[in-house]
């Protein structure tokens, strides 16, 4: 294949200091490969992946996948298609490879956003998100990486949050915060930063202490409307994870940090924000994790259900009544973090007005910027995924788009205003923890002791 079939969108590549950072993190030696070609050692590692030659070989290349990828569908590029990746990846196995087809792979497979959406369309349940993110960690061994995933792992593992924020701006943050709370809601809410605690509250710092303020104000409210006793750490502020979309490794060495910073303090409950594949790794590796020290985890949602259904907050949903609201699920919670029906009944006793984007939650469609696709150079690619779902709103007739997901919020606050110039609307986006702030009615005094029984909240 020559170089001008691979189409213009391609991840800027990761600078050799920062690979050379994350390679030390996880004893990783490029170098002990020797004189072995790229190419061949590429070859060598997907024939050697047992699991991944399954996968390969289980596909009857039938395209059921294609009807339903957002990828395939918005760019009709087959390449860039769960049928194209498979096509590809068989290829790298069978024969030699050479540096044009290693350039398309790095090109196709960090285009895919591994949203899982496939393999519920594929008759023999092939998951082409596993084998992107397998072909992706053989592509790390080979030093191609994106610059924007290496960059918010390095933040990840160095500082504990994607931004990078050093220790004292999150404490800032989080004042700032609380005293909105007080100014806004006329209740005095108390937070605590790196003290022990019953509980720890995991925010999403890539959009909870920044363009989504309201959502972490909400967490705070409904936990001291609920006595809860909690903190916030600085050390680990944040429940993203993209070690799921490059490698397993550092996925593991981000969650350990949780589990770590949680013995640290002596909680008994964590407590995850609102955040899709975050949620993922937490339920699926970090709830495990914590169960061997006999620490639980949950996530807010869940406690925000189970308070509504007992009547243990007051709120008035009326405030809610400016917007015709549409759920849309993220992809992690309706494919791999069975969080579907609680976000649904919040919603329903926080609105008036609500409306669902996806008829079959496990169809969900995704935002578009997931998986490494809210880098700088891939904003167009991503605006055209994004149609998809946008083109869905219109036709139902919302005006407001519910996504409890980070990297949602993210990227709709980059490419609606694109959109509605587009199309000429005027449609917005909030957080579900939003719309609880919102409507919460607060009693002015609260006592701050641990919920005695945390498990019905979880």
Same mark, same amino acid.
């Given at each position: 294949?020559?170089?001008?079939?691979?189409?213009?969108?391609?991840?800027?590549?990761?600078?050799?200091?920062?690979?050379?950072?994350?390679?030390?993190?996880?004893? !990783?030696?490029?170098? %002990?490969?020797?004189? =072995?070609?790229?190419?061949?050692?590429?070859?060598?590692?997907?024939?050697?992946?047992?699991?991944?030659?399954? $996968?390969? $070989?289980?596909?009857?290349?039938?395209?059921?996948?294609?009807?339903?990828?957002?990828?395939?569908? +918005?760019?009709?590029?087959?390449?860039? $298609?769960?049928?194209?990746?498979?096509?590809?990846?068989?290829?790298?196995?069978?024969?030699?490879?050479?540096?044009?087809?290693?350039?398309?792979?790095?090109?196709?497979?960090?285009?895919?956003?591994?949203?899982?959406?496939?393999?519920?369309?594929?008759?023999?349940?092939?998951?082409? /998100?596993?084998? +992107?993110?397998?072909?992706?960690?053989?592509?790390?061994?080979? #030093?191609?990486?994106?610059?924007?995933? /290496?960059?918010?792992?390095?933040?990840?593992?160095?500082?504990?949050?994607?931004?990078?924020?050093?220790?004292?701006?999150?404490?800032?943050?989080?004042? #700032?915060?609380?005293?909105?709370?007080?100014?806004? %809601?006329?209740?005095?809410?108390?937070?605590?930063?790196?003290?022990?605690?019953?509980?720890?509250?995991?925010?999403?710092?890539?959009?909870?202490?920044?363009?989504?303020?309201?959502?972490?104000?909400?967490?705070?409210?409904?936990?001291?409307?609920?006595?809860?006793?909690? =903190?916030?750490?600085?050390?680990?502020?944040?429940?993203?994870?993209?070690? !799921?979309?490059?490698?397993?490794?550092?996925?593991?060495?981000?969650?350990?940090?949780?589990?770590?910073?949680?013995?640290?303090?002596?909680?008994?409950?964590?407590?995850?924000?609102?955040?899709?594949?975050?949620?993922?790794?937490?339920? #699926?590796?970090?709830?495990?994790?914590?169960?061997?020290?006999?620490?639980?985890?949950?996530?807010?949602?869940?406690? /925000?259900?189970?308070?509504?259904?007992? #009547?243990?907050?007051?709120?008035?949903?009326?405030?809610?009544?400016?917007?015709?609201?549409?759920?849309?699920?993220?992809?992690?919670?309706?494919?791999?973090?069975?969080?579907?029906?609680?976000?649904?009944?919040?919603?329903?006793?926080?609105?008036?007005?609500?409306?669902? !984007?996806?008829?079959?939650?496990?169809?969900?469609?995704?935002?578009?910027? +997931? $998986?490494?696709?809210?880098?700088?150079?891939?904003?167009?690619?991503?605006?055209?995924?994004?149609?998809?779902?946008?083109?869905?709103?219109?036709?139902?007739?919302?005006?407001?788009?519910?996504?409890?997901?980070? /990297?949602? %919020?993210?990227?709709?606050?980059?490419?609606?205003?694109?959109?509605?110039?587009?199309?000429?609307?005027?449609?917005?986006?909030?957080?579900?923890?939003?719309?609880?702030?919102?409507?919460?009615?607060?009693?002015?005094?609260?006592?701050?002791?641990?919920?005695?029984?945390?498990?019905?909240?979880?």
């Amino acid at each position: 294949m020559s170089r001008e079939a691979v189409n213009e969108y391609r991840h800027e590549k990761a600078p050799s200091n920062i690979l050379r950072r994350l390679h030390d993190r996880v004893k !990783l030696d490029p170098g %002990k490969h020797g004189e =072995t070609e790229p190419g061949a050692l590429l070859t060598i590692k997907v024939r050697k992946n047992r699991s991944l030659v399954m $996968s390969l $070989s289980t596909c009857m290349d039938c395209g059921a996948c294609l009807t339903v990828c957002p990828a395939y569908l +918005t760019t009709r590029n087959i390449r860039n $298609s769960p049928l194209g990746r498979i096509t590809l990846a068989k290829s790298m196995m069978e024969r030699r490879i050479n540096d044009d087809v290693i350039n398309e792979a790095y090109t196709y497979f960090w285009q895919c956003l591994t949203c899982r959406r496939c393999t519920w369309a594929c008759p023999f349940g092939v998951d082409v /998100a596993d084998i +992107t993110r397998t072909i992706r960690s053989i592509l790390y061994e080979l #030093n191609l990486v994106p610059s924007y995933v /290496a960059g918010v792992i390095d933040n990840l593992e160095s500082t504990g949050n994607f931004l990078g924020f050093p220790e004292d701006v999150l404490k800032e943050l989080i004042i #700032n915060a609380v005293n909105e709370i007080r100014l806004e %809601k006329g209740v005095d809410v108390r937070v605590k930063v790196n003290e022990a605690a019953y509980a720890l509250l995991l925010p999403s710092a890539c959009a909870d202490y920044t363009i989504a303020l309201n959502t972490f104000k909400g967490y705070v409210l409904l936990l001291n409307e609920l006595g809860m006793d909690f =903190t916030l750490s600085t050390r680990a502020p944040d429940i993203t994870n993209y070690g !799921l979309f490059m490698d397993e490794r550092h996925m593991r060495l981000i969650a350990e940090r949780i589990v770590e910073e949680a013995r640290r303090l002596g909680v008994k409950l964590v407590i995850a924000g609102e955040c899709g594949h975050g949620w993922r790794v937490f339920k #699926n590796y970090v709830i495990p994790r914590l169960r061997e020290y006999g620490i639980e985890g949950t996530h807010i949602i869940y406690i /925000a259900a189970e308070a509504i259904k007992r #009547n243990l907050v007051r709120f008035n949903a009326s405030l809610n009544d400016d917007a015709t609201y549409i759920y849309m699920d993220p992809c992690h919670y309706a494919r791999g973090g069975d969080l579907v029906k609680e976000p649904r009944f919040v919603l329903r006793s926080v609105v008036s007005r609500y409306m669902e !984007l996806n008829e079959k939650p496990e169809l969900a469609i995704c935002c578009g910027g +997931t $998986s490494g696709m809210l880098a700088k150079e891939m904003e167009e690619l991503s605006t055209k995924y994004a149609e998809l779902w946008y083109q869905g709103v219109i036709n139902k007739g919302a005006n407001c788009i519910v996504v409890p997901c980070a /990297a949602c %919020k993210l990227q709709m606050d980059r490419i609606l205003p694109k959109l509605n110039k587009l199309h000429e609307r005027k449609i917005t986006f909030t957080g579900l923890m939003d719309l609880v702030y919102k409507v919460i009615i607060p009693r002015k005094t609260t006592k701050i002791s641990p919920y005695p029984n945390h498990e019905d909240l979880t």
